[in-house]
């Protein structure tokens, strides 16, 4: 049994204080379930003919299909099968009939010409309520404890309202306030609002003209008259309350009342109001008022899935919104699970407005409900509702403008990450310094096998220069050293006749690495030049070395001879290497006051340099950081004689002669004073 079956109806009109005769008309068909209201308007009686003309021809023209509305009810398939929109067509045609029969009219006489009615029905069928409007007549739903109106009002006023030109405070300075823009009969056509309804148990509808809800301040002052148990005494009462407060106007009014329904109209109910409240919680549909909204519901179907039933195909070209009502879908690409969705999330809005294949696949978690808008369906709304056209759109494209926000925003935090600083140097400066000397040219190939100091002992000032050579620039402002290059003839001479280059400040050898330099000491200086007490006994030749691999030696400066020039005539032991802060070999006896030195002659060759028959090696090339040779034993690169008077400071004991002297952080303790210049 449908509702239709349970519908209770009650009407009444009046004629009201001011006018002299009625013109409004009223139906009620209860085998049809079909009710409406019809205001006319125009002189000499034109508007009460015209009222009842556009009833009776209505009428006439939904009796004749009948059947139509019977197979929808039953719930027909096959050929049989009816369609909401079948039906909707059905009352629009016969209004259509009706408006084309009162134009007709009015053109034969005179008397009538201008004459039209407005016009609101209401139909229905199964579990579904049908409307169809025209004019300044309304229709109110109560449901839930709650009034809205369902119609829109075709008026001037109601124009300007919604385009913001005037406020409903303003309504009743305005002259001509009943002007309407649609009615019957004016032209041979009209433009019909159509709207179906899913009815539920308790339902009720008023249907009215203007003569009364004109005196209504909001729908809230319906709601407490229609609590009424007793119909009639409602329609009445409705009459009434016009009349106290004017009764300028006829004043009619139809309540349809639905009956008690079963148990399943219980649970359409429950998720009628579920599917109402989830449309209204999305952002495309939002700002809908009541009728917009019931509109959209009109069209929005509801689907079961079940467990693990594919709703979209990635690749796949639809046309249609899905809407979780119930339940969870999960939405994957490929074998990956992007997201999981529920109750009022939606997926696949793209498709209302273009057909472009689906960019991931959609499966149902577990059984569920989705609400599903066709592409069709949502152009019809564009098509014939232009202001809810206009709210969709704006609303869609708002959409569409918060998803680009979030694309930027995630495309923005990607590519921070991808230019993000390497920190990598600040965490561990080793590092930083072994990609330094990898990428320096005039690096060594040889490895070291010990690791490099500790970054203290770095910073130990260097020894002083040679007594021929400017003092070295600072340790820590020097720059690397770049490739060595073989040394020129030029070179040769002695710092006399050129100064020779600032050099860069020497690096301390490893804690038990014998200093550079000392692995070929015959070969700067014959073991007759140099005085017994600068080498320790304890020194083995550079033979009897141990293989260790050492750090190849710094070229020696400009004007100091080429290590390896002179061949002595037994190798000297390698001395023992001082302690890091230790002052340079050759201090250590100061005692005895040293003769004036003589100078050498302007071009006198480098000593050592005595026999050149055997060619000369290349330099190996320096690491960056390693001290010249010569810079450790100044006193050897002369004669005593030659040398000239330096002031030296007070000789430092020797350290004990150990296997392997450790190093240890002190002062330094090296002269400050710059020799002075020669001659």
Same mark, same amino acid.
């Given at each position: 049994?449908?509702?239709?079956?349970?519908?209770?109806?009650?009407?009444?009109?009046?004629?009201?204080?001011?006018?002299?005769?009625?013109?409004?008309?009223?139906?009620?068909?209860?085998?049809?379930?079909?009710?409406?209201?019809?205001?006319?308007?125009?002189?000499?009686?034109?508007?009460?003919?015209?009222?009842?003309?556009?009833?009776?021809?209505?009428?006439?023209?939904?009796?004749?299909?009948?059947?139509?509305?019977?197979?929808?009810?039953?719930?027909?398939?096959?050929?049989?099968?009816?369609?909401?929109?079948?039906?909707?067509?059905?009352?629009?045609?016969?209004?259509?009939?009706?408006?084309?029969?009162?134009?007709?009219?009015?053109?034969?006489?005179?008397?009538?010409?201008?004459?039209?009615?407005?016009?609101?029905?209401?139909?229905? !069928?199964?579990?579904?309520?049908?409307?169809?409007?025209?004019?300044?007549?309304?229709?109110?739903?109560?449901?839930?404890?709650?009034?809205?109106?369902?119609?829109?009002?075709?008026?001037?006023?109601?124009?300007?309202?919604?385009?913001?030109?005037?406020?409903?405070?303003?309504?009743?300075?305005?002259?001509?306030?009943?002007?309407?823009?649609?009615?019957?009969? !004016?032209?041979?056509?009209?433009?019909?609002?159509?709207?179906?309804?899913?009815?539920?148990?308790?339902?009720?509808?008023?249907?009215?003209?203007?003569?009364?809800?004109?005196?209504?301040?909001?729908?809230?002052?319906?709601?407490?008259?229609?609590?009424?148990?007793?119909?009639? !005494?409602?329609?009445?009462?409705?009459?009434?309350?016009?009349?106290?407060?004017?009764?300028?106007?006829?004043?009619?009014?139809?309540?349809?009342?639905?009956?008690?329904?079963?148990?399943?109209?219980?649970?359409?109910?429950?998720?009628?109001?579920?599917?109402?409240?989830?449309?209204?919680?999305?952002?495309?549909?939002?700002?809908?008022?009541?009728?917009?909204?019931?509109?959209?519901?009109?069209?929005?179907?509801?689907?079961?899935?079940?467990?693990?039933?594919?709703?979209?195909?990635?690749?796949?070209?639809?046309?249609?919104?899905?809407?979780?009502?119930? %339940?969870?879908?999960?939405?994957?690409?490929?074998?990956?699970?992007?997201?999981?969705?529920?109750?009022?999330?939606?997926?696949?809005?793209?498709?209302?407005?273009?057909?472009?294949?689906?960019?991931?696949?959609?499966?149902?978690?577990?059984?569920?409900?989705?609400?599903?808008?066709?592409?069709?369906?949502?152009?019809?709304?564009?098509?014939?509702?232009?202001?809810?056209?206009?709210?969709?759109?704006?609303?869609?494209?708002?959409?569409?403008?918060?998803?680009?926000?979030?694309?930027?925003?995630?495309?923005?935090?990607?590519?921070?990450?991808?230019?993000?600083?390497?920190?990598?140097?600040?965490?561990?400066?080793?590092?930083?310094?072994?990609?330094?000397?990898?990428?320096?040219?005039?690096?060594?190939?040889?490895?070291?096998?010990?690791?490099?100091?500790?970054?203290?002992?770095?910073?130990?000032?260097?020894?002083?220069?040679?007594?021929?050579?400017?003092?070295?620039?600072?340790?820590?402002?020097?720059?690397?050293?770049?490739?060595?290059?073989?040394?020129?003839?030029?070179?040769?001479?002695?710092?006399?006749?050129?100064?020779?280059?600032?050099?860069?400040?020497?690096?301390?050898?490893?804690?038990?690495?014998?200093?550079?330099?000392?692995?070929?000491?015959?070969?700067?200086?014959?073991?007759?030049?140099?005085?017994?007490?600068?080498?320790?006994?304890?020194?083995?030749?550079?033979?009897?070395?141990?293989?260790?691999?050492?750090?190849?030696?710094?070229?020696?400066?400009?004007?100091?001879?080429?290590?390896?020039?002179?061949?002595?005539?037994?190798?000297?032991?390698?001395?023992?290497?001082?302690?890091?802060?230790?002052?340079?070999? %050759?201090?250590?006896?100061?005692?005895?006051?040293?003769?004036?030195?003589?100078?050498?002659?302007?071009?006198?060759?480098?000593?050592?340099?005595?026999?050149?028959?055997?060619?000369?090696?290349?330099?190996?090339?320096?690491?960056?950081?390693?001290?010249?040779?010569?810079?450790?034993?100044?006193?050897?690169?002369?004669?005593?004689?030659?040398?000239?008077?330096?002031?030296?400071?007070?000789?430092?004991?020797?350290?004990?002669?150990?296997?392997?002297?450790?190093?240890?952080?002190?002062?330094?303790?090296?002269?400050?004073?710059?020799?002075?210049?020669?001659?």
């Amino acid at each position: 049994m449908g509702l239709h079956e349970t519908v209770q109806f009650f009407a009444s009109t009046n004629v009201g204080r001011v006018r002299d005769h009625n013109e409004d008309n009223y139906l009620v068909d209860r085998k049809l379930a079909l009710f409406i209201v019809a205001d006319g308007m125009g002189g000499h009686a034109a508007g009460e003919i015209a009222s009842a003309l556009a009833v009776r021809t209505i009428h006439e023209e939904i009796k004749k299909e009948k059947s139509l509305l019977d197979d929808f009810g039953s719930g027909a398939s096959g050929a049989a099968r009816v369609s909401l929109k079948t039906v909707l067509n059905l009352l629009e045609y016969a209004v259509q009939r009706a408006c084309a029969r009162i134009h007709e009219e009015a053109r034969k006489d005179d008397a009538k010409r201008g004459m039209g009615t407005t016009l609101s029905l209401l139909c229905v !069928v199964g579990h579904v309520a049908f409307i169809a409007h025209v004019g300044d007549s309304r229709i109110y739903l109560a449901r839930g404890g709650e009034c809205r109106q369902i119609t829109e009002d075709h008026t001037v006023i109601n124009e300007l309202i919604k385009r913001g030109k005037l406020t409903r405070d303003q309504i009743e300075k305005v002259a001509q306030k009943n002007a309407i823009t649609r009615a019957l009969g !004016v032209y041979e056509r009209v433009e019909v609002d159509t709207l179906s309804i899913e009815l539920l148990p308790g339902d009720q509808f008023l249907l009215c003209s203007d003569g009364l809800h004109g005196y209504l301040k909001n729908d809230e002052e319906l709601r407490d008259q229609l609590q009424e148990m007793d119909g009639d !005494v409602v329609t009445r009462s409705l009459i009434d309350f016009a009349n106290e407060r004017g009764g300028k106007d006829n004043i009619t009014a139809v309540l349809v009342r639905i009956g008690e329904g079963t148990k399943v109209d219980e649970q359409r109910a429950i998720q009628l109001q579920l599917k109402r409240e989830v449309l209204v919680g999305m952002p495309l549909f939002a700002r809908l008022n009541e009728r917009e909204v019931l509109r959209v519901m009109q069209v929005a179907q509801v689907r079961p899935f079940t467990a693990e039933q594919q709703i979209i195909k990635e690749g796949d070209k639809g046309d249609e919104l899905f809407i979780v009502l119930s %339940g969870k879908v999960k939405v994957t690409r490929g074998e990956a699970v992007l997201t999981t969705l529920g109750r009022g999330e939606h997926v696949g809005e793209m498709a209302l407005i273009r057909s472009v294949p689906r960019s991931a696949t959609v499966t149902s978690d577990g059984d569920s409900e989705l609400i599903v808008i066709r592409r069709a369906d949502f152009f019809d709304i564009l098509r014939t509702e232009h202001e809810l056209a206009v709210k969709l759109l704006w609303q869609f494209l708002g959409v569409l403008a918060d998803r680009l926000d979030q694309t930027s925003r995630d495309l923005r935090n990607a590519r921070e990450v991808l230019t993000a600083d390497d920190i990598t140097a600040e965490i561990f400066p080793e590092l930083e310094v072994d990609a330094d000397e990898e990428e320096d040219e005039g690096r060594a190939t040889m490895p070291f096998i010990e690791q490099a100091p500790p970054p203290s002992i770095r910073h130990v000032p260097a020894p002083p220069p040679p007594p021929h050579s400017p003092a070295p620039p600072s340790v820590q402002s020097s720059p690397p050293l770049p490739p060595a290059a073989p040394p020129s003839p030029a070179a040769e001479k002695p710092a006399a006749d050129k100064p020779a280059a600032p050099l860069p400040p020497p690096v301390p050898p490893p804690p038990h690495a014998p200093t550079p330099g000392a692995e070929k000491p015959a070969a700067e200086k014959p073991a007759a030049e140099k005085p017994s007490a600068e080498k320790p006994a304890a020194e083995k030749p550079a033979a009897e070395k141990p293989a260790v691999q050492l750090p190849p030696p710094v070229p020696p400066p400009p004007h100091a001879p080429a290590p390896g020039a002179e061949k002595p005539a037994a190798p000297l032991p390698p001395p023992v290497p001082p302690p890091p802060h230790a002052p340079a070999p %050759g201090a250590e006896k100061p005692a005895a006051p040293l003769p004036p030195p003589v100078p050498p002659p302007p071009h006198a060759p480098a000593p050592g340099a005595e026999k050149p028959a055997a060619p000369l090696p290349p330099p190996v090339p320096p690491p960056p950081h390693a001290p010249a040779p010569a810079a450790e034993k100044p006193a050897a690169e002369k004669p005593a004689a030659e040398k000239p008077a330096v002031h030296l400071p007070p000789p430092v004991p020797p350290p004990p002669r150990t296997a392997a002297p450790e190093p240890v952080p002190s002062p330094p303790a090296a002269p400050k004073d710059d020799p002075p210049k020669p001659e």
